[in-house]
């Protein structure tokens, strides 16, 4: 069973950084298309990003396109979201994700999870 664990989260104030991390463990990572979704208090889960098996196909959300850059290491079974120009709109607990198909942006073709990393940024 593949299980993913999320690092990186913090508080940061508007315009800062953060990159977060996606450690998996049990298969490797370059069978699934890996995806960082957020779930802010009251809202919906929505897509962050995702990256395709290979890594060279990206996806963003409008709301973080420029600002966001997803990445995979394949060899280290890690997957990274830096985050650039953070804004207070992108506070939210971020959730790791992994899917043994193509990229998608509906949650639910995603199978494993990670239990979330909270981003907190202040103006």
């Known amino acids: 069973q593949l299980q993913v664990v999320e690092s990186g989260g913090g508080s940061v104030q508007a315009g800062g950084s953060l990159r977060l991390s996606c450690a998996a463990y049990g298969y490797a990572l370059g069978n699934y298309c890996m995806a960082w979704f957020r779930q802010a208090p009251g809202k919906e889960r929505e897509g962050v990003a995702a990256a395709d098996i290979s890594g060279f196909k990206t996806y963003y959300a409008n709301s973080v396109e420029g600002r966001f850059t997803i990445s995979r290491d394949n060899a280290k079974n890690t997957v990274y979201l830096q985050m650039n120009s953070l804004k207070p709109e992108d506070t939210a607990m971020y959730y790791c994700?992994?899917?043994?198909?193509?990229?998608?942006?509906?949650?639910?073709?995603?199978?494993?999870w990670g239990q979330g990393t909270q981003v907190t940024v202040s103006s």
């Open positions: 994700a992994a899917a043994p198909r193509a990229c998608s942006s509906d949650s639910g073709q995603y199978n494993y």
